[in-house]
């Protein structure tokens, strides 16, 4: 059995966020019914508009669609069994509203498939982007405890499984080893060539620097499958004539790739122990730490900021009481609103240490309890 996947970021999102939206998708989908493609992944459809010319013209190219939230489609022209969805329980920082990660409510959509060898899954993904770019380190703690996420979903399906889409990082990005290392998934490519983030994309001209692929295809065999890949390549990195020059169908380039796989001959003996990487272990547990460490350290902020609003409040509150102040109307009410003004981030920033912090060190403690099963099945070799 052969199929042929490819993942594509659309960039859809709002026409104030990003350029040229509805050409784009125009140009996207008169591309649909040539597609030789058997399994296609979507990241950032976020818009009602994006997701209807998409859905449109996927159905009218003979594909299957599973639409879910999180900006995530798949198209398929094998028979789609089910369709699920899981969010992120680590869903960036609520305070940051320009990066729209906290209320874009990413996750992960799993379809299963039917193919030619029976059912097999497909895990379409889009993790956080760069959480903080001065920190590369707590960055890929974020990229961890939602690959972990994955990784613990992963563990529940049997058989072969493809998981692909916008990983928004690189092959030489620790947590790209740490996926790798703790699934056994082979990713269909070799990591670098053919740049999804790439100088030559029209909306990213003026970017410095080197180019590189953040969208993958990873492959999962199942025991005994005997499979190879080929055909690695980009994907709707051609041109569309848009207001009068050549732009590109995405601020990203798309990443396609095949792969063969037959059945085992027979059942295969299920294995005790599952072969993974015993430095992924190590790496793991290290981001997870400075991640849960981050978490602490936002809430000790946010409540001496809190602290320090409540405090302004109590002040002015007191101000009013002043003889000064009491025996002025204006003075009197003007004390009093800026006292009512000083308890409204008092209050923000005393749920943001509470709430927020605490959903944070959920996500990094639920990441660990996968980390420590991963390592008690894998025979405790980490």
Known sequence: ????????????????????????????AARFPGLDLDVLLIQEAWTEEVRDALREAALAANFEVAETRGGLMMFSRLPIRTSQFESFRFRGD??????????????????????????????NTHLHARYRRSRPQLNSAVHTVQLMQIIGAMNDIDGTLVVGGDFNCSSQDVEYRIFSGLTGAVELGDGRSHPTISRSNYYKRDRNDADKRIDYLFVRPGPGVRWKSYGAGSLFAESERIRRRDRSLSDHYGFRAAFEWQPPAADPRPSTFLELDPRAFDLARVLLEIGREEADRRERVHFRSAGSWAMGAVL??????????????????????????????????GTLARLDSDYKRDAFDDAREVLALLEAHSGGTA
């Open 94 to 123: 609520p305070e940051r509203l320009a990066m729209g990660e906290f209320i874009g409510g990413k996750g992960f959509q799993t379809v299963s498939l039917e193919g030619e060898h029976g059912p097999f899954s497909v895990i």
């Open 1 to 28: 059995m052969s199929i042929r996947l490819g993942t594509f970021n659309v960039w859809g999102l709002p026409e104030a966020f990003a350029d040229d939206v509805s050409s784009r998708m125009r140009g996207l």
């Open 316 to 349: 002015l509150a007191g101000l009013r009481r002043h003889p000064v102040v009491d025996r002025r109307r204006f003075l009197r009410t003007a004390a009093g609103a800026l006292a009512l003004f000083a308890l409204t981030p008092a209050v923000g920033y």
